[in-house]
């Protein structure tokens, strides 16, 4: 149902109420013209009754004063319009036949009407000579002297009908109507696209998404539920975070501590081996912290150089034993925010590093666009999992196995970043084996060096 | 001739203001086996104590103490001394970092650092405050040469075109130890002395690699200049004219 109403274009409120109207309007204005016509017909059928027992009368007594040799002259005379008459020795209307019941009808009227008509007798049918016809009647009248006067009448005495101007001004209200309906709905249903603005404003992190609390009194009571809903949801939200934060932020200082702690022991390995963990820790906070940040960054933008960027990253990887190569055009010039760039290139090569043993980096620009394609050797991520990758949490455990440390933040928080960036992470399974991700942002060099 | 601090006589006098009382005494306890003479104070009541009572080398400041915080004694303290200060920020945020700096610290770290990193920059620091000791500290934020410019607070280095060259901290060590002598040569062990103990070079990169990768990220930048030049046997020259700002 809700399918084919859509495929019609009637989602909206507003074409569905306009639908509804359409309808309704359309079958009161079909029944009352139905209604109306039926009593204008009636009048009409009575009036041209009247009228037609009245030339009956008449030519009949015309005819009947006159002598039998100009009794056909003077018939002829007195047709005209709808109504033709001859004299004859013989009726020419035969009664019964299909339409019995309606020429009985009409010999009764017409004997209630003109009752002087009946000192003779009246014959009401088909012409005996002509083929049947529903619109032609032949009424034959019998004179004094057995002789006929024989009056076909082509079509109804109606008056024409004042229709058209009935449904002329009829449509005319039903516009109007639709028009008028069309603003009310626009105007009631106004308050319900706020609705869907503020929650959507709200899922981006707003922090003001309020709907306000006007108009009728169903709409105002809505809204304040509404910001009630959104205020409720908002600290809930903003408590977890601080708590997170909070958590993340005060475990730097006991790590401050085990950091100095270990200088002073004696085992080097195990010293070294403490770091390390320290290391990870760190790691994993400041990533707790970035995806909690999320796109509210106080980081400006600049020009840099993602050539130098990529080159330092590359650079540490290299000195930890990391076996990762670069190719890239000399500068690439681009507006971006330093710190952040590097937390999510940084996230992906480490990705590289850790499930694929080997990152291959290859940047590259055209058509305004930046291009760095990160390729590893590991076991790639199985197609289904492809779009999961992206959601916090998910270490997509199955495929990539290994001990890796981290909680499966990077990803999430690249994308994030490099969204901030008006660009895009691209994963892909390449033919040969291992995971190929593809980087893409706009380059909008203040300075226009755009060198290849 | 610029040395390295460990040649200077008197060992230097470091004023830790911190309000964790374990971190102060580790942090005492770290750089006192390092060489340095360690006086500890809680808040700023006991640092300005201790700032009127003997004259410090450097100042190693908390950024979150309770009462006034390290920004407003780093104000208070620049009003009236030009005594290094490396600020300790807890949060890693930008803001706090580029704050610090602006309200006249030397240098900053974000917690949880790796004490190492630390005895780095302090020792970079302080061989920084030797060298130009007459110029107030706010003096010493930038070198410029062939049109590139260093932002030695903020650790950056623009080129002609304005735009950012991100360098590593090993490199932007050397590029300081360069600016600071330009038109010299400077051997391997001076530059390997004035760059060593930094958190992303533990594995003590050779001079040579550190080098070539600076050269990479500034003559290959496109601009097909000579910037540093090396000397068959003796070491390093840095090539251009450098001025300060």
């Keep these: ?452 | 001739m610029l040395l390295p601090t460990s040649s200077v006589e008197r060992s230097p006098r470091i004023l830790i203001v911190d309000d964790d009382g374990q971190i102060r005494q580790l942090l005492a306890g770290f750089l006192r086996e390092n060489g340095f003479g360690v006086a500890l104070a809680r808040d700023g009541v006991e640092m300005r104590q201790a700032v009127l009572a003997e004259n410090f080398d450097l100042i190693v400041l908390d950024l979150m103490l309770p009462g006034a915080g390290g920004l407003d004694l780093c104000r208070e303290l620049r009003r009236t001394s030009s005594v290094p200060v490396i600020m300790l920020t807890a949060k890693g945020d930008d803001t706090d970092r580029i704050v610090g700096l602006e309200v006249g610290a030397d240098d900053y770290l974000a917690k949880p650092f790796n004490p190492r990193e630390l005895l780095a920059r302090i020792k970079a620091v302080l061989r920084r405050s030797s060298g130009g000791s007459a110029e107030p500290a706010l003096a010493r934020q930038g070198f410029g040469f062939d049109g590139w410019r260093v932002d030695v607070l903020r650790r950056e280095l623009i080129n002609p075109d304005g735009v950012l060259v991100d360098l590593s901290g090993g490199e932007f060590e050397l590029m300081l130890a360069f600016l600071e002598s330009p038109n010299r040569i400077l051997s391997r062990d001076w530059l390997l002395e004035a760059t060593r103990n930094r958190a992303g070079d533990v594995f003590d990169r050779s001079i040579d690699v550190l080098v070539s990768r600076l050269r990479r990220k500034i003559e290959q930048g496109g601009y097909g200049i000579e910037v540093i030049k090396t000397v068959r046997g003796a070491g390093y020259l840095f090539m251009p004219k450098v001025t300060r700002a």
């Design chain 1, 1 to 452: 149902m809700r399918s084919w109403l859509n495929k019609l274009g009637l989602d909206t409120l507003t074409n569905r109420t306009i639908l509804l109207m359409l309808i309704g309007i359309g079958v009161v204005h079909l029944a009352s013209l139905y209604a109306y016509q039926l009593a204008l017909d009636r009048d009409a059928s009575i009036a041209s009754d009247v009228r037609l027992a009245d030339r009956l009368l008449t030519i009949k007594r015309a005819v009947m004063r006159v002598a039998p040799l100009e009794r056909e002259t003077v018939a002829h005379e007195l047709s005209g319009g709808p109504i033709e008459a001859h004299w004859s020795r013989a009726e020419h209307a035969i009664a019964g036949g299909p339409g019995s019941a309606e020429w009985e009808n009409l010999r009764a009227r017409i004997q209630e009407l003109a009752p002087e008509l009946t000192s003779g007798q009246i014959v009401i049918g088909s012409n005996r000579k002509l083929e049947r016809d529903p619109h032609l009647a032949l009424i034959s009248l019998q004179l004094p002297d057995e002789s006929w006067v024989n009056v076909s009448v082509f079509s109804k005495l109606t008056p024409p009908s004042s229709s058209h101007g009935t449904v002329l001004s009829t449509s005319l209200m039903a516009l109007g109507v639709i028009g008028f309906a069309i603003l009310l709905v626009r105007w009631m249903t106004r308050p319900l696209r706020t609705f869907a603005d503020a929650a959507r404003r709200l899922y981006q992190g707003s922090d003001q998404a309020r709907v306000p609390e006007e108009g009728p009194r169903e709409v105002r009571e809505l809204a304040a539920a509404f910001n009630e809903m959104q205020a409720r949801i908002k600290r809930l939200i903003d408590d977890r975070t601080h708590a997170l934060a909070a958590v993340s932020h005060d475990l730097k200082t006991p790590i401050t501590r085990l950091r100095l702690k270990t200088e002073s022991l004696k085992d080097a390995s195990l010293a070294t081996s403490i770091s390390s963990d320290l290391s990870e820790m760190e790691e994993m906070l400041d990533q707790t912290l970035a995806y909690l940040r999320g796109e509210r960054t106080d980081e400006d933008m600049r020009a840099l150089d993602l050539v130098a960027l990529v080159q330092t990253l590359v650079d540490d990887a290299m000195d930890a034993g990391s076996t990762i190569s670069f190719s890239a055009p000399a500068r690439l010039a681009l507006e971006g925010r330093p710190l952040a760039l590097k937390r999510a290139i940084g996230n992906l090569i480490d990705n590289a590093l850790k499930y694929g043993m080997r990152a291959r980096l290859t940047l590259s620009s055209d058509a305004g666009m930046a291009r760095l394609v990160i390729d590893d050797d590991g076991p790639g991520i199985p197609a289904d999992d492809l779009k999961r990758a992206f959601e916090p949490f998910q270490r997509l455990e199955q495929s990539r196995n290994k001990d890796t440390g981290g909680f499966g933040l990077g990803l999430t928080i690249a994308r994030t970043i490099l969204n901030g960036h008006g660009g895009a992470i691209a994963l892909a399974n390449r033919a040969e084996g291992g995971l190929s991700v593809t980087v893409t942002m706009p380059v909008k060099a203040a300075d226009g060096t755009k060198i290849s």
